[in-house]
């Protein structure tokens, strides 16, 4: 083989199921399942898998799903066909939980929906039966959902449910969001508790940047007497940032997160669309950047759930992920930056066939967050902290 060999001392788990893949969001829709196929075939050729645990996800079941979700809501899901897109008598209920153009239903949805989620049901459990430190499931991280409603391309809050698992076992569960937008349905999902901490990293515009929430101040509830008081955190940023300034804030502010409040574990949504060049993204991250805070991240010695989320630009979503797992396993200087022959869909790498080819300088975005703004960040953040201590 090529050298790649189980990581010492702990244990990875891979959670993936190929019918994930197939599904198809629509022709012009920017979320591309098959970006999967891309990271697997990388993740393949590099010979990462001989790390790794695999399992082949298993689709959640109704009531695992109905942990976060409304029945009402998983029986439309469950039941609705694409030919009701365009049916009448449905569009009272496609309003009421938000299909369309962003949500659109498609051939296979709740196969789909049910497979993601298992994935990350399955990777929760691995770790809370100690038979996993770290557990991926790279199809997950679908942020948005909400309890009754669908939202921004996701409809089953795999995050939430596999949080819900570590939460049986941990009295604290931290999660970390580097898509580069709003984790809004995780952190709405555990508003009221101060049980999980959210931390979202994102690029915020109220009026003109999905989802327009997450705004520095909306740290939880008002009302100081409300569990969740001061157990949501936001990061607010600006177009353009880049991988230096984005390391050091993110290492400034989990840091000081993790010494406040003492997680038992920690969930990390991985959003390649914070990724330079991304089709629907604004900031100037490279593949290294991004994969520098999943390092940090494992630094902490936590058991991690690391899960996917974003990323519109399929070659470099599954250069970010293939990269990340390498971290995860150890690997990462094992791994060579050009991309092997083997790999299946190679021409997708061209012309430069490297892991890490400089995103920030192929589509120059003017940076927009000055070392005033970045340091005044991490400063309200240290003291929304001292707050959530009480
Ligand atoms: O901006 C919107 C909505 C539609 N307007 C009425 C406001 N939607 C965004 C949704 C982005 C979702 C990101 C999901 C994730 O965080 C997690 C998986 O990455 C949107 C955008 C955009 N540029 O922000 N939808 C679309 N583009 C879109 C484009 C073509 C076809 C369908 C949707
Ligand atoms: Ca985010
Ligand atoms: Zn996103």
Same mark, same amino acid.
């Given at each position: 083989?090529?050298?790649?060999?189980?990581?010492?001392?702990?244990?990875?788990?891979?959670?993936?199921?190929?019918?994930?893949?197939?599904?198809?969001?629509?022709?012009?829709?920017?979320?591309?399942?098959?970006?999967?196929?891309?990271?697997?075939?990388?993740?393949?050729?590099?010979?990462?898998?001989?790390?790794?645990?695999?399992?082949?996800?298993?689709?959640?079941?109704?009531?695992?799903?109905?942990?976060?979700?409304?029945?009402?809501?998983?029986?439309?899901?469950?039941?609705?066909?694409?030919?009701?897109?365009?049916?009448?008598?449905?569009?009272?209920?496609?309003?009421?939980? !938000?299909?369309?153009?962003?949500?659109? /239903?498609? #051939? $296979?949805? =709740?196969?789909?929906?049910?497979?993601?989620?298992? @994935?990350?049901?399955?990777?929760?459990?691995?770790?809370?039966?100690?038979?996993?430190?770290?557990?991926?499931?790279?199809?997950?991280?679908?942020?948005?959902?909400?309890?009754?409603?669908?939202?921004?391309?996701?409809?089953?809050?795999?995050?939430?449910?596999?949080?819900?698992?570590?939460?049986?076992?941990?009295?604290?569960?931290?999660?970390?969001?580097?898509?580069?937008?709003?984790?809004?349905?995780?952190?709405?999902?555990?508003?009221?508790?101060?049980?999980?901490?959210?931390?979202?990293?994102?690029?915020?515009?109220?009026?003109?940047?999905?989802?327009?929430?997450?705004?520095?101040?909306?740290?939880?509830?008002?009302?100081?007497?409300?569990?969740?008081?001061?157990?949501?955190? !936001?990061?607010?940023?600006?177009?353009? /940032?880049? #991988? $230096?300034? =984005?390391?050091?804030?993110?290492?400034?502010?989990? @840091?000081?997160?993790?010494?406040?409040?003492?997680?038992?574990?920690?969930?990390?949504?991985?959003?390649?669309?914070?990724?330079?060049?991304?089709?629907?993204?604004?900031?100037?991250?490279?593949?290294?950047?991004?994969?520098?805070?999943?390092?940090?991240?494992?630094?902490?010695?936590?058991?991690?759930?690391?899960?996917?989320?974003?990323?519109?630009?399929?070659?470099?979503?599954?250069?970010?992920?293939?990269?990340?797992?390498?971290?995860?396993?150890?690997?990462?200087?094992?791994?060579?930056?050009?991309?092997?022959?083997?790999?299946?869909?190679?021409?997708?790498?061209?012309?430069?066939?490297?892991?890490?080819?400089?995103?920030?300088?192929?589509?120059?975005?003017?940076?927009?967050?000055?070392?005033?703004?970045?340091?005044?960040?991490?400063?309200?953040?240290?003291?929304?902290?001292?707050?959530?201590?009480?």
């Amino acid at each position: 083989h090529n050298g790649i060999t189980r990581p010492q001392g702990y244990t990875v788990s891979w959670h993936a199921n190929p019918a994930v893949e197939a599904h198809h969001f629509g022709q012009s829709h920017p979320m591309k399942p098959w970006r999967l196929v891309l990271t697997k075939e990388l993740v393949l050729a590099y010979g990462m898998h001989h790390a790794m645990d695999l399992y082949l996800s298993r689709a959640a079941t109704f009531e695992e799903m109905a942990d976060f979700h409304t029945e009402d809501y998983l029986d439309f899901l469950r039941q609705v066909i694409p030919a009701d897109m365009e049916a009448a008598e449905q569009s009272e209920r496609m309003a009421k939980y !938000n299909f369309g153009d962003d949500c659109p /239903i498609f #051939d $296979g949805l =709740y196969n789909y929906c049910s497979l993601y989620s298992g @994935g990350t049901v399955d990777a929760a459990r691995k770790l809370v039966n100690n038979q996993a430190d770290i557990a991926i499931n790279w199809s997950g991280g679908l942020h948005h959902a909400k309890k009754t409603e669908a939202s921004g391309f996701c409809y089953v809050n795999d995050v939430v449910l596999g949080i819900l698992q570590l939460l049986r076992f941990h009295p604290r569960v931290m999660y970390i969001d580097i898509d580069v937008h709003h984790g809004d349905g995780v952190e709405q999902a555990f508003w009221s508790t101060d049980r999980v901490l959210t931390v979202s990293f994102h690029k915020f515009d109220r009026d003109n940047f999905f989802p327009g929430t997450g705004s520095l101040d909306s740290t939880g509830p008002s009302h100081p007497s409300n569990p969740g008081a001061h157990h949501a955190l !936001n990061v607010p940023l600006n177009d353009g /940032i880049e #991988d $230096g300034d =984005y390391l050091q804030l993110f290492k400034d502010i989990i @840091g000081s997160c993790v010494e406040t409040y003492q997680p038992g574990a920690i969930v990390l949504q991985c959003g390649a669309d914070s990724l330079g060049c991304d089709r629907l993204g604004c900031f100037s991250l490279n593949v290294t950047g991004h994969g520098s805070c999943v390092a940090y991240v494992k630094t902490l010695g936590l058991p991690l759930l690391v899960v996917g989320g974003g990323g519109y630009t399929p070659r470099n979503v599954s250069r970010a992920w293939a990269h990340e797992t390498s971290i995860l396993i150890d690997a990462a200087d094992k791994i060579d930056p050009n991309i092997p022959e083997t790999v299946t869909f190679r021409n997708h790498f061209g012309p430069d066939y490297s892991l890490f080819p400089p995103l920030s300088e192929m589509r120059k975005i003017e940076n927009k967050n000055s070392k005033q703004y970045l340091a005044t960040l991490v400063s309200t953040i240290r003291e929304q902290l001292r707050y959530m201590q009480g």
